[in-house]
Nanobody, 125 residues
Framework: QVQLVESGGGLVQPGGSLRLSCATS????????MAWFRQAPGKKREGVSC????????DYADSVKGRFTITRDNARHMVYLQMNSLKPEDTGVYYC??????????????????WGQGTLVTVSS
């Protein structure tokens, strides 16, 4: 059974940082690229970032480029999203998914059709 458990969200002031984690199980982790989506209140879900199976290649939405960093630990079956210089528009629920390949934030596919509960990030003063 595929499980994706996101954590690390919270309330942070503009300019602050958070590190999101995604613990995975139930599939062969290093057979998949991994990605992060987010969904802001009242908005469509959008792709944020992806990372290749080995971790060598990454890609980011223009809105987060230079501020967010995606990494993975294949030994621990974990994926992370370090978020710096947070802005109010980064507010939303963040989800991790497994993808076949990292081809860009606009082309993320939920390859295993599995969603976690997400973790809420609120950026507000």
């Amino acid at each position: 059974q595929v499980q994706l458990v996101e954590s690390g969200g919270g309330l942070v002031q503009p300019g602050g940082s958070l590190r999101l984690s995604c613990a995975t199980s139930g599939f062969t982790f290093d057979d998949y690229a991994m990605a992060w989506f987010r969904q802001a209140p009242g908005k469509k879900r959008e792709g944020v970032s992806c990372i290749s199976r080995s971790g060598t290649n990454t890609d980011y939405a223009d809105s987060v480029k230079g501020r967010f960093t995606i990494t993975r630990d294949n030994a621990r079956h974990m994926v992370y999203l370090q978020m710096n210089s947070l802005k109010p528009e980064d507010t939303g629920v963040y989800y991790c998914v497994a993808d076949f390949y990292c081809t860009g934030p606009d082309t993320i596919i939920n390859a295993l059709d599995a969603w976690g509960q997400g973790t809420l990030v609120t950026v507000s003063s």
